[in-house]
């Protein structure tokens, strides 16, 4: 935001401050969880960021054979840091691509070191995933020049999708895209990569409704982004998803090959994908100290609540997981520039006042986190097939989000629910987006909602009733966070702590756990 | 005025005007023959004359157009195939009342997402007992006991799981349709359990989701296929018709 204007909500302060504390309270246990277990996928991250890449005949990547064989040998309780820079140590030849076969082939023997061992080999291990942290630092670095040589769009950032399968097939298109003016291009993912338990390699041709996300598209799709912002003088970011089972490899490779945004919700794997809860929130502890020391801006996913529950009465369950996003965020490290908070345009246009309904609640995000971007979400709901009218509803979307200083704007298509976005159909849907800014774009200079109106007493009553839902969640008797998630509090969805996808690659932490990468993203050894 | 027994055209401003119209992209540069490409395409169509109201580049090699005009086409009513409902829609109470009377144990039935399809909007919709369009969903009927084996599950499994659960009926939702992955996906899950099932002993198969032609059944070997805007009641209620002999008297 260029100019910080002044409240329009008249929110009151402490109540504001309460719903904080409250997050916070309500979070804390979570985050306890999330220091003490490890996952299969953090301990993957760990050596993706050593620099192991690659993958067997089969497609497996070499880092889900090392750490399988690993945990087959001597458990993943203290981490595979020690047993890899262990083996690696003793067997002499120093690569980790070559151990990592052998330990396909079943010709390494891993085991925790103690004494001196132990000592040599945490030592190796943090000089080589130090190695990937400094890439990453390269990357932020060289991104922040780049922003400030091509230059960096004016809020709201016109956030466009392109979703073929085909990396080569979507390259062309995201390069169209920013020519007719995106300022961020998300790739969306095949679908079902999300419950992968591995990140496929290579460049790929093959996927359903999107393309997958490897290391090698990202690379592909960011040197075509680089070369079409040299030529448009503007920086034109690259998002993609880290969620899914292996959310944190998946941030691990987005610092790597310098992507700018990542969707990572603190709990849309949980109740939209059923994902263990507790595999959720340590693989997203992880991922999001990634995406902090990467300059990453996340994304979160509560428009996602509001497709399946209803958008006036849940309208409160969007400001809790936003309370929630923001303090697991901050609490990883991640800064308020980088908080792309997640709400949505969902409300049924047949309900009366619907617009005053959208505009209080986009105004209390934007005044609930002043100095984050929020990213605003089009309807999608009640996007019938209807093209005309949804044209309409996408314009009445682009103009709350401009009365309210939405920071990333995702461009609404009028044939939602009907075909992936045609070519015709992103530049009528960016022509309505121009036609609302230019005609409305500084309208929020001259809006002020009466203070005892009804749009003023909606902001009131909704974060009224976040506080009243979060006091609930930490009240001792009704159990918590996982247990308000377990009895369907978000999206209306059920989803237990000892039940879900993932569960099995969830392991505790020893008292001996080593992660040179959680070391030095947090700074300090432990 | 009714349509059925008559034949219509399309209606503009007035009776057999026969005027529509038309928006499509042509991957040519916006010129005037562009426009007459564009009128000519329409004219192909069927469209005579053709009108171009709006032609706009987008970028330097495609032009879209928006054009009206009146087609000849005769449109006869009587002889559209459509699948008409061919059961009552039942009440909640009427439905678990029917089951109750004619299976005297609850209905089984099994849902998922299969192949690679991790949607689970439509088959939530039908299942959950939050429902969909103000109707609660299959969870919510007494007498109707709810499997509910989510996304991306395999063919393998979701048979196997129908033996072990005594399923009444098995439905399917597939909301990804690219490459036709709903058309060979259903098609696998049929073969399936055709193979698995003595003949004449599976589940009653249903598959909804948006881009499924209902007149399919055959082709796809299911029983009912339901498209979008599909409600819990009205697949309660063809359950019901079919399974429980039909209406609770």
């Not at chain 1, 889900?64 to 002499?92: F, I, K, M, Q, S």
């Amino acid at each position: 935001m260029t100019t910080r204007t002044r409240s329009k909500l008249e929110l009151d302060g402490r109540t504001v401050r309460h719903a904080r504390s409250l997050a916070r309270k309500a979070g804390a246990p979570v985050v306890k969880l999330a220091r003490t277990h490890t996952t299969v996928s953090v301990e993957r991250a760990v050596l993706r960021l050593a620099g192991l890449a690659g993958a067997d005949v089969e497609g497996i990547p070499w880092v889900n054979r090392t750490v399988d064989a690993v945990r087959a040998d001597c458990g993943l309780e203290h981490g595979v840091a020690l047993p890899v820079w262990d083996a690696l140590l003793r067997d002499g030849e120093g690569d980790l691509t070559v151990l990592a076969q052998k330990a396909a082939a079943g010709s390494v023997q891993f085991r925790v070191p103690e004494g001196k061992d132990a000592v040599r080999a945490r030592k190796a291990a943090t000089v080589a995933v130090g190695k990937g942290i400094a890439r990453i630092d390269r990357n932020r670095r060289e991104r922040e020049r780049l922003v400030r040589r091509l230059g960096d769009p004016p809020k709201p950032w016109i956030y466009l999708i392109v979703a073929t399968g085909d990396i080569y097939e979507d390259i062309p298109q995201a390069q169209a895209a920013a020519r007719e003016g995106a300022d961020v291009i998300a790739v969306i993912r095949s679908t079902g990569q999300s419950l992968l338990d591995y990140v496929p390699e290579g460049a790929t041709r093959e996927g359903y409704a999107g393309t997958y996300a490897t290391q090698e598209n990202f690379r592909l799709m960011r040197a075509a982004l680089d070369d079409v912002s040299k030529e448009l003088g503007r920086y034109v970011r690259l998002t993609n998803y880290a969620s899914g089972l292996c959310m944190p490899e998946i941030a691990s490779l987005a610092g790597l090959e310098r992507l700018d945004m990542m969707l990572n919700d603190s709990m849309y794997g949980i109740l939209f994908r059923d994902i263990n809860p507790i595999r959720t929130f340590v693989d997203q502890r992880f991922s999001r100290q990634v995406h902090a020391r990467a300059g990453i801006v996340i994304n979160t996913g509560e428009d996602n609540y509001l497709t399946t529950a209803d958008a006036v009465a849940s309208a409160h369950t969007v400001t809790v997981s936003q309370l929630l996003n923001e303090y697991f965020a901050k609490e990883a490290g991640l800064q308020d520039w980088q908080l792309g908070l997640g709400h949505a345009f969902e409300i049924n246009p047949e309900v009366p006042d619907s617009f005053r309904l959208e505009l209080a609640h986009a105004l209390l995000a934007r005044e609930l986190f002043p100095d984050a971007p929020l990213k605003w979400m089009p309807p999608t709901k009640h996007m019938t097939g209807d093209i005309f009218g949804g044209y309409l509803l996408d314009g009445f979307f682009n103009l709350a989000g401009a009365m309210t200083g939405q920071g990333i704007l995702l461009v609404g298509m009028m044939t939602e629910a009907v075909v992936t976005p045609w070519l015709s159909d992103r530049d009528l849907a960016l022509q309505n987006v121009r036609y609302v800014f230019n005609a409305a774009g500084r309208l929020h200079e001259d809006f002020l909602p009466r203070h005892d109106g009804f749009i003023v007493q909606r902001g009131h009553q909704v974060l009224r009733e976040a506080v009243e839902l979060l006091e609930r969640i930490v009240d001792p008797a009704e159990g918590g966070l996982l247990a308000a998630i377990g009895d369907g509090t978000f999206g209306l969805m059920k989803r237990p702590a000892d039940r879900g996808k993932g569960l099995d690659g969830v392991v505790k932490q020893a008292p001996g756990y080593v992660n040179p990468a959680t070391d030095l993203l947090e700074g300090t050894p432990r | 005025m009714t349509g059925a027994g008559r034949i219509v055209r399309p209606y503009g401003d007035t009776t057999g005007d026969g005027m529509v119209q038309l928006s499509f992209t042509l991957p040519l540069p916006h010129d005037k023959r562009a426009e007459g490409a564009a009128a000519q395409l329409a004219n192909k169509m069927g469209m005579d004359p053709a009108m171009v109201v709006h032609a706009k580049a987008m970028g330097p090699d495609f032009t879209f157009f928006v054009v009206y005009g009146p087609v000849h086409h005769l449109v006869d009513p009587t002889k559209v195939n459509i699948v008409e409902r061919e059961y009552p829609l039942l009440t909640a109470k009427e439905v678990n009342l029917t089951i109750k009377r004619a299976l005297r144990r609850p209905l089984v039935v099994v849902g998922a997402c299969i192949g690679s399809d991790a949607h689970t909007v439509g088959i939530d919709a039908i299942l959950n007992m939050k429902g969909f369009a103000g109707e609660k969903g299959l969870e919510y009927y007494s007498e109707v006991k709810v499997v509910n084996m989510g996304a991306q599950v395999l063919v393998p499994e979701l048979v196997e799981r129908s033996r072990a659960e005594k399923a009444d009926a098995v439905l399917v939702s597939q909301v990804v349709t690219q490459r036709d992955a709903h058309l060979h996906n259903t098609r696998e899950m049929s073969a399936a359990f055709n193979e698995a099932y003595r003949s004449g002993t599976r589940p009653l198969l249903v598959v909804g989701g948006p881009r499924f032609d209902e007149t399919m059944t055959g082709p796809l070997g299911v029983d009912r296929i339901f498209g979008r805007g599909t409600t819990p009641g009205e697949v309660a209620s063809y359950l019901v018709h079919a399974l429980a002999g039909g209406r609770a008297t």
